[in-house]
């Protein structure tokens, strides 16, 4: 099953769109969820997102118009419970402990969340936390060198097999990361 994590669009604000290349890899019909940390900042982002697979989450960014957005989310695929939260709510910003402490509220194995437009995934105290960055590569007073990033999980059982796609250098390069559920 495969499911795409993306956040921190921040179309039209601070960026026009995707990139082009990461654009060409996502490919209507072949993921069946996607998790959105939020800062779509438009209904064309969420149109867009509709196309490429009908089962779509989305919490709410601090950045985001659309108020009707969750703040916070919990979505089960497979054996897996997921949280999903922007992020901005969590601080220090990507702090592990704070992350912790949100994953434990949730009662989840995976937390997802965004707002540092950094790219993100580890382990921390048999749990899996994945930060996907900025798919756009939008500008962040946090982050002076964003790098345009995505995540796609391929959930199999009790294991997700997390593939980041990062534009660098003009270049998309990807990386695999594995988590076992305990």
Not at 41 to 65: M, N, P, Q, W
Request: hydrophobic fraction near 35%; aromatic fraction near 8%.
């Amino acid at each position: 099953m495969l499911v795409l994590v993306l956040g921190d669009l921040h179309i039209p604000h601070r960026n026009h769109g995707l990139p082009p290349k990461f654009k060409k890899l996502l490919v209507p019909g072949k993921i069946q969820h996607i998790l959105c940390t939020g800062n779509l900042c438009s209904k064309e982002s969420y149109d867009y997102l509709k196309t490429l697979a009908g089962d779509v989450h989305i919490v709410r960014g601090d950045f985001d118009e659309n108020v009707s957005y969750p703040e916070q989310k919990v979505v089960t695929v497979g054996q897996f419970r997921i949280g999903l939260c922007h992020g901005h709510q969590v601080v220090p910003w990507g702090d592990i402990e704070s992350l912790a402490m949100v994953q434990r509220q949730l009662d989840v194995d995976i937390l997802i969340s965004g707002h540092t437009h950094k790219f993100a995934a580890f382990e921390h105290q048999n749990k899996f936390y994945i930060n996907p960055g900025s798919a756009t590569g939008a500008y962040s007073p946090l982050e002076h060198q964003v790098i345009p990033s995505f995540v796609l999980m391929d959930i199999q059982s009790s294991t997700v097999v997390t593939y980041v796609y990062q534009l660098v250098d003009s270049e998309v390069k990807v990386e695999r990361i594995e988590y076992k559920k305990s």
